[in-house]
């Protein structure tokens, strides 16, 4: 099927790209440990999040993340969580809030994907 020269160049390259969207983690001035989005402040990126967002996310958060119900109103986790933001996200999607009705997205979709609808929800994040 593959020779073993062909497997020594696509193994690395696979691994690479599976860590190239893996989250990584950097220790604040709190000594919290908080993932860091790989896609920060990607303009590009933020309309693909946006899209994404509205296939899997509107039907509880609504569509372009404007949801008027504050437990559900992505646009206000600056305010409630702060620099814990991030964490809070990567938190809640990876194991899910199920009392709450919010499903564990781990293994459902990638971490790409992932992080590419918190970049869009980093573009949407109201002030006060």
Same mark, same amino acid.
């Not at 899997?56 to 305010?79: K, N, T, V, Y």
């Given at each position: 099927?593959? &020779? $073993? &020269?062909?497997?020594?160049?696509?193994?690395?390259?696979?691994?690479?790209a599976?860590?190239?969207?893996s %989250?990584?983690?950097?220790? &604040? /001035? /709190?000594? #919290?440990?908080?993932p860091?989005?790989p896609?920060s402040?990607?303009?590009?990126?933020?309309?693909?999040? *946006?899209?994404?967002?509205?296939q899997f996310?509107? !039907?509880? !958060?609504?569509p372009w #993340?404007?949801? *008027?119900?504050?437990?559900?109103?992505?646009r206000?986790?600056?305010?409630? +969580?702060?620099? /814990?933001?991030? #964490?809070m996200? +990567?938190?809640t999607?990876?194991e899910?809030?199920?009392d $709450? *009705?919010? %499903?564990?997205w $781990?293994g459902?979709? %990638? /971490?790409?994907?992932?992080?590419?609808? +918190?970049?869009?929800?980093e573009?949407v994040?109201?002030?006060?």
């Amino acid at each position: 099927m593959f &020779s $073993k &020269s062909r497997i020594n160049v696509l193994v690395p390259a696979a691994l690479a790209a599976v860590l190239a969207c893996s %989250p990584t983690f950097v220790r &604040s /001035d /709190d000594a #919290a440990v908080r993932p860091v989005n790989p896609y920060s402040g990607d303009k590009v990126v933020a309309k693909e999040g *946006g899209s994404l967002f509205n296939q899997f996310c509107s !039907h509880c !958060h609504g569509p372009w #993340a404007e949801q *008027g119900e504050r437990p559900r109103d992505l646009r206000r986790l600056r305010i409630r +969580y702060d620099a /814990d933001a991030i #964490a809070m996200f +990567y938190k809640t999607v990876n194991e899910g809030r199920l009392d $709450k *009705g919010m %499903p564990i997205w $781990k293994g459902v979709l %990638p /971490d790409a994907t992932l992080w590419k609808i +918190y970049t869009f929800l980093e573009t949407v994040q109201e002030e006060e």
